[in-house]
Every structure is written in C-alpha cells, then in structure tokens.
C-alpha cells in the first residue's frame, strides 16, 4: 500500500519498500518509518557556540550527534558526506536510553555537558528518534538542542517543541527562487521559525554564497523580517568556502560579508559573522 510521509513538505508519496528523497525513511508494510532511528554516523562532546549558539549557556559543551539523510539538496553541504548518504552509511546503533546515559555521564563529570544536540545532518527527518531522546533528556534534566533546515510540516514540529530547548535554524535565502535551487521551501522554513520563536531558544543561520544569496537587498528583508520576530534574536551569517558540488566559485569576500552583517545591524542587535 502506498503511504505519504507526514514529516516534511515533500510530502513523499512511498510505494512499498520505497526510500523518501531523504534516503532516511521507507514505506515498511504500508507505513512510512525512521529507518535512521538510532544509527549515528558521528557523536563528539562539542562547544555550543560550534553549533553555532552563542547566547544559550555560552561556555558549555554538548554531546553532539548525527544520523544520515537530508530532505534539501543544497550543492554548497558542508557536510555531504552524511547528508546525502542512505542507508548504507557506516553507523553505531544507539538506543535513546543508551544515548541519553551517555549523556547523563558526561554531565555528571568535569569538564560538563549541557545535554544533547542532534546535527551533522538533517536530524527531522529522524524525527521518531529525536522524539524519542527529547523526552529522556528532559526526564534526567539535560537539553534538547537542534540544529535543523527548518524544513518540518506544522503538526509534527508543534508536538516536537515542548521538548526542545534550543535551536539554530538555517535560513538559507530570503526569496523563493533561492529555496527552490535547494529543493526547500521558504514559508515553510519561515513558518517553522516564526512558531519556534518564543517557544524556544532560537537563534538563525545563513550561509553567503556568493551570487546566490549575497545582495544587501536580500539581507535586508530577511533581517527586517526576523526583527519583526523579536529584534533580540542572535543571527549568524556565514562564509561560503567551496565545497561539494560548488566548488565553481570563490569564499565569499571578506568586503560582502561585512557589508551584510552591517546591513543586518541595522535591524538585529545580535549579528555574529561565522567561518571567518
Ligand atoms: S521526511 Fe523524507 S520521506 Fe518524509 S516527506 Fe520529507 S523527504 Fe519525504
């Protein structure tokens, strides 16, 4: 029986057996499942502010895990080489009780851990094993922290943000036409962070690449609009440096980077620039 997944936009319509676009769900029997769930690809005890956060427990660290798949193909990933990844990954199972006692262990000794931050990849679209996490985390009273594309549907993100404590969005262009290169959406994504706001603590990510997202006019309405959001809310803008399949093109220069970050002053108090 054929199944449509409930997780993100694309709304994959699966036939039996079939992988989602993100290679990490799969139509089992007539329902669409976490094929990822519990498989990381990486796990290291990293700095907040890599994530990047730097306004939520500056100074700590945090146990930082990745799985495999994405739901964007953007052609600048960083890290490709789990995102686009399927189920043949190279993997370590772990259950959430076993990743949460990880956790709780590495808390309880110098130097600290602040709780869990699934990254690396896309981890929405591990979305039962995230779940799953969140809840023990919060039972032991460690953090939920996500670093995420944005790119999740209403219903399963509002059951998901009671129990996340932090996240970075990624903001990857302000118009359309820039998300659809991608293979995303915009409003989603502005959805997603517009009902995180408040919930949580937020703070946004965009990646320069220069002669997609680099105008001043572009960062102008994005940062016009995340200030009507809350003026407080951190943004860190990022340098492009060549990399999976884009590798036609120069880092961003130095002068653009600084232009944007000071065209988003204009808006934001808390404007970080990133990879510099
Ligand atoms: S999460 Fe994966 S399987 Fe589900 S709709 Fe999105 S891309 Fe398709």
């Not at 990933?77 to 076993?98: D, H, K, R």
């Not at 006692?101 to 995230?130: C, D, H, I, M």
């Not at 219903?155 to 995303?184: C, H, T, W």
């Not at 220069?210 to 860190?236: F, K, T, V």
Request: charged share 20%; glycine share 8%; aromatic share 6%.
């Amino acid at each position: 029986m054929k199944a449509v997944c409930p997780i993100c936009p694309h709304r994959c319509a699966l036939e039996p057996g079939q992988l989602g676009l993100c290679r990490a769900r799969r139509n089992v029997h007539g329902a669409v499942t976490c094929e990822n769930y519990g498989r990381l690809t990486s796990l290291a005890l990293d700095p907040i502010e890599k994530k990047p956060l730097r306004r939520f427990h500056p100074g700590s660290l945090i146990l930082s895990a990745g799985s495999y798949g994405c739901n964007l193909r953007c052609p600048f990933c960083q890290n490709y080489e789990i995102s686009m990844e399927g189920p043949e990954a190279e993997t370590v199972f772990l259950t959430p009780e076993e990743l949460t006692a990880k956790a709780l262990a590495l808390s309880q000794a110098p130097p600290g851990n602040l709780g869990v931050a699934f990254t690396y990849n896309e981890p929405l679209v591990g979305y039962e094993y995230v779940k799953d996490c969140a809840a023990l985390l919060h039972q032991k009273g460690l953090k939920t922290v996500l670093v995420t594309n944005g790119m999740i549907c209403l219903e399963p993100l509002e059951a998901l943000l009671p129990q996340v404590d932090a996240m970075n969005i990624d903001l990857k262009a302000f118009s359309r036409d820039g998300y659809r290169r991608l293979g995303g959406d915009l409003e989603t994504v502005k959805g997603t962070i517009a009902r995180s706001v408040g919930r949580c603590h937020v703070e946004v990510t965009t990646l320069i690449v220069p002669g997609e997202n680099d105008s001043e006019d572009e960062m102008d309405a994005e940062a016009g609009w995340l200030a009507s959001l809350d003026p407080e809310l951190p943004l860190h803008i990022s340098r492009f440096f060549p990399r999976f399949q884009m590798t036609d093109r120069e880092p961003t220069p130095t002068k653009t980077m600084n232009a944007l970050i000071q065209t988003a002053r204009q808006h934001l108090r808390y404007v970080y620039s990133g990879n510099c």
